[in-house]
């Protein structure tokens, strides 16, 4: 077995607290690469520490659909429910959708809803509020049966509703599920369900568990599309242009933060293309209220359009998004554009406080777990994921938060690598810990009554600790490649760019430059730190980090005296009024002379 090449780096903490590891890699793998695709050498390790083998190149840097999504019937019950919908289509059935409330269950619901309008159907829509709960509700399906409604479709929800199911069946609902989340062995008695992360699926195509439910839904819409056109149905009808809405497939999969690999590569890389055509209405108006003057990238998708789209759900009415991915009216999308950003606001404001209320009383007493484990009286439901996931980030550990409400405590977990979240809330609820949950393995979310309180902090903290162990945990940055101030091109930065979509499962490549000197540094903004980076054999590049100047590596950036650094972060195209150059965004630092 060939020797990997791997570049020791200290295990000295840097000046942002961190250990620095370099990503191992095969030189030859890197070799290979670099001579088959013409490649960068820089590029070709990155890759070749990412595990891409030689033949996949062409798959992860241009992925295209056609090669990668497979016939949609290998997933179990899809045949079935696809024929069950196109009957419906072609009966003009009443359909009724359930979703979820965060951007995976907007773009899921929106999705499936166009087609079905596309094809005549208007279904009856049901988006739970945060009170509500998440998934299926007994109420929901008492709405459907007041409309004349006896079959529907739950998207991103319902794989382990099994109370509420049986509630439907006997009430005489046919119901398919098209979801992602993680199952039990168990099933629920629907007519069909189609989730990649079922126990007994085959597993022919691995990546296709990466999906976010929107993924299955497109998947779901293929197959039916493919039974419509058999039965002869688009003979008397149009049949509908199902890549137009690749972009609010390529939305919900990067806001739902699963690995974009295989399909979910392709899926996003042509969903941006779509977006940037500007054809959905509703996303034109969030787009240009969002101010965003450029071609959207994964990165808007993640932390500009998804939060607003989600701040509806957490703090505003939850049906809002999917009324602004399918609206086809331009003065309504304007309007909702408005109100989501007015909620948005809005939940910042709430997340602070919580998050205050919550630092204050994680460093207020010792912690006996390795967890982040906090809750208070009537937090908001709706922003306990997100201050469940800066406390992660802030502590390095998994963090649970919740809001105890009069009749339960609801909450939201956020982990780190090595700790499968939904494996703990599934033994939890086997515990008889926790009334409802689930999830995946870096979030979950979950609800327990009161006096379950200490029992589930006790379940959780002794989970955690047995899988890693007594030793104080210290944030590891992975590196994945060492670069000089002089190499630092827009050509390189170009060829770096090939690696997009960048999000969970592929990281944007975290770079090393060796033995710099930190040049004009000053504060500017909100705390940020604005630098040149010099190089002991010439050449300079502008650089930036943000939110650091009250920190140790800000004063060490802003006060470095002439020393030597080495520092870690990524290099990005700078295009700012024309100009051609590139633009160091600084992660961490440092000294080394």
């Known amino acids: 077995m060939e020797a990997e090449n791997i570049l020791a780096i200290t295990e000295e903490k840097s000046l942002g607290g961190n250990i620095w590891k370099m990503r191992p890699f095969s030189e030859r793998l890197a070799e290979q690469i670099s001579q088959r695709y ?10 070749a520490g990412k595990g891409i083998d030689v033949d996949s190149v062409p798959d992860f840097i241009a992925p ?20 069950r919908i196109a009957s419906a289509i072609e009966t003009g059935e009443k359909i009724g959708i359930i979703g979820d409330y965060d951007v995976d269950g907007a773009t899921s619901t929106s999705v499936l809803r166009l087609f079905l309008e596309s094809n005549g159907i208007k279904p009856y829509v049901h988006i739970p509020e945060r009170d509500e709960g ?58 069909a369900l189609v989730n990649p992360k079922r126990l007994d699926e085959t597993n022919e195509y691995t990546y296709l568990q990466y999906m976010a439910a929107v993924g299955v839904v497109f998947m779901t819409i293929v197959a039916v599309n493919r039974c419509l056109r058999q039965k002869g149905f688009y003979k008397t009808h149009p049949e509908p242009k199902l890549l137009n809405w690749l972009d609010l ?44 003057t450029e071609a959207p990238s994964a990165f808007h998708l993640g932390y500009v359009l998804g ?19 399918c609206t086809s009216s331009e003065f309504e999308a304007n309007f909702l554009a408005d109100k989501l950003n007015a909620f948005n606001d809005q939940r910042k404001e709430i997340e602070a406080y919580v998050l205050l ?38 502590y390095n550990v998994p963090a649970f938060v919740m809001s105890i409400e009069a ?48 029992a589930f902090k006790k379940f959780a903290g002794e989970y955690v600790k047995s899988r890693l162990g007594e030793e104080k945990i210290v944030p590891v940055l992975e590196i994945d490649g060492r670069l000089s101030v002089s190499g630092a091109t827009p050509a390189l930065a170009d060829s770096l760019s090939e690696l997009e979509p960048y999000g969970s499962g592929n990281a944007e490549p975290r770079l090393m430059l060796t033995n710099v000197q930190i040049k004009k540094a000053s504060i500017v903004g909100s705390g940020h730190v604005r630098c040149f980076l010099s190089g002991d054999n010439g050449g300079s590049i502008k650089a930036m980090a943000f939110r650091i100047a009250d920190t140790e590596l800000g004063q060490a950036l802003l006060n470095s005296g002439g020393g030597l650094y080495n520092v870690v972060g990524v290099l990005h195209k700078d295009n700012w ?17």
């Open 38 to 47: 013409q490649l960068p050498y820089l590029v070709s390790t990155i890759l």
């Open 64 to 83: 295209k659909m056609q090669r990668l999504m497979p016939d949609p019937y290998c997933l179990k019950d899809m045949e079935k429910a696809a024929e």
């Open 134 to 191: 998440y998934g299926p509700s007994k109420m929901a399906f008492d709405e459907f049966a007041a409309q004349g409604v006896n079959f529907v479709i739950t998207v991103d929800c319902g794989t382990t509703a099994f109370e509420v199911f049986d509630y439907a069946v006997e009430k005489g609902f046919e119901v398919i599920t098209l979801d992602h989340h993680e199952a039990e062995v168990k099933l629920p008695k629907i007519y």
């Open 249 to 292: 497939v390529a939305l919900g999969t990067v806001c739902d933060v699963v690995p974009l690999l295989g399909l979910n590569r392709a899926f996003v890389r042509q969903g941006l293309k779509v977006m940037a055509q500007r054809k959905n209405i509703g996303l034109k108006a969030l787009i240009d209220k969002s101010n965003i």
């Open 307 to 325: 939060p607003r789209i989600n701040a509806c759900g957490r703090v505003g009415e939850a049906a809002l998004g999917n009324k602004l991915l």
């Open 357 to 394: 209320k919550a630092i204050e009383i994680l460093e207020g007493s010792p912690q006996e777990y390795p967890i982040a484990f906090v809750s208070g009286h009537d937090w908001h439901q709706g922003v306990i994921g997100i201050v469940a996931g800066k406390l992660k980030e802030r």
């Open 407 to 454: 009749d339960e405590v609801k909450g939201s977990a956020r982990s780190i690598a090595g700790i499968d979240l939904g494996a703990l809330i599934i033994a939890a609820k086997e515990q008889g810990l926790l009334t409802k949950g689930g999830g995946h393995t870096m979030a979950a979310g979950f609800s327990l009554e009161e006096d379950k309180l200490d």
């Open 577 to 593: 009024q024309g100009r051609n150059s590139v633009q160091f965004i600084i992660e961490d630092a440092e000294r080394v002379s």
